[in-house]
């Protein structure tokens, strides 16, 4: 079993930055992928970016270029560097782990995007 626990979230202005992080426990050995989510009331939850094992990454288009993940697998940490944020992306974020069984969730944290 694998436990995620995000921190980083919180308030920012339009424009402005967040550092999300994830600290994973437990299986980290049968991790492969490892990614972001975020879901709003309105939307159901959606892929933000994803990182391979090797170091690959993808993203969703309304991340490309503004937000960068990134992993440590040395201290079983993930990270999402989000840059020129936007009211829309207000959100709840969710760290995400992939291993044979499927993906799993964290319980997810706030970010909220506003003057």
């Known amino acids: 079993q694998v436990q995620m626990v995000e921190s980083g979230g919180g308030l920012a202005q339009p424009g402005g930055s967040l550092r999300l992080s994830c600290t994973v426990s437990?299986?980290?050995?049968?991790?492969?992928?490892m990614g972001w989510y975020r879901q709003t009331p309105e939307k159901q939850r959606e892929l933000v970016a994803v990182i391979g094992a090797n170091g690959s990454t993808g993203y969703a288009n309304f991340a490309k270029g503004r937000f960068t993940i990134s992993r440590e697998n040395a201290e079983n940490k993930l990270f999402l560097q989000m840059n020129s944020l936007k009211p829309e992306d207000t959100a709840v974020y969710y760290c995400s782990t992939k291993t044979y069984a499927g993906w799993n969730w964290g319980k997810g944290l706030q970010v909220t995007v506003s003057s």
């Open positions: 437990g299986r980290t050995d049968v991790i492969d992928a």
